[in-house]
Antibody, heavy 116, light 107 residues
């Protein structure tokens, strides 16, 4: 069965960076897009971007250009998102989700807290 | 960006009741509309894709309809396990955008 296992909770300092992971199993990693979505406390969902692990192509929401960088490691079927220049506004839960068309399977989410 | 507006923001209903949730897009999204259910502390779960297609394993009490800018999720007979927040997502254009959600609780 399709599973997306994300890395654990992160507590990071302002102005730093963090890299979170999403390990895929149960399907062909290189043939499906991997999307990333942000959910701020008490707020709705925002689409950050996608990566196609087969060729490394990416597409970003303009809002997250320069904030998020998406990469993928085909050998371990793992997608990564690095968030840079972190501020308190970046404190949120970050989800990965498989999506050739719709976002049909989601990871459990990673809570990132930015605090000094 | 396409704005997605869900209504109501909060809904209280009784077990067995028929429930209707709405999602309105700021422009025509050509039925590229999905619905998700998110329970407290969990990831969103896909219920319906492309307006009216039930995702694998989703109970048949869930259904979707709509076209153009207006879309609806219906639960034909509310069950206690349906307590959750429901989000719509448009996939007609980039960036993908979600509605603000409808929080459904039991009366």
């Amino acid at each position: 069965q399709v599973q997306l296992q994300q890395s654990g909770t992160e507590l990071v300092k302002p102005a730093s960076s963090v890299k979170i992971s999403c390990k895929a199993s149960g399907y062909t990693f290189t043939s499906n897009y991997m999307h990333w979505i942000r959910q701020q406390p008490g707020n709705g969902l925002e689409w950050i971007g996608w990566i196609y692990p087969g060729n490394g192509n990416t597409k970003y929401n303009q809002k997250f250009d320069g904030k998020a960088t998406l990469t993928a490691d085909k050998s371990s079927s793992t997608a990564y998102m690095q968030l840079s220049s972190l501020t308190s506004e970046d404190s949120a839960v970050y989800f990965c989700a498989r999506g050739r068309t719709t976002l049909d399977y989601w990871g459990q989410g990673v809570m990132v807290t930015v605090s000094s | 960006d396409i704005q997605m507006t869900q209504s109501p923001s909060f809904l209280s209903a009784s077990v067995g009741e028929r429930v209707t949730l709405s999602c309105r897009a700021s422009q025509n999204i050509n039925k590229y509309l999905d619905w998700y259910q998110q329970k407290l502390g969990e990831a969103p779960k896909l219920l319906i894709y492309n307006t009216n297609n039930l995702h694998t394993g989703i109970p048949s009490r869930f259904s979707g309809s709509g076209s153009g800018t207006d879309y609806t999720l219906t639960i034909s007979s509310l069950q206690p396990e349906d307590v959750a927040t429901y989000f719509c997502l448009q996939r007609n254009s980039w960036p993908r955008t979600f509605g603000g959600g409808t929080k459904l609780e039991l009366k």
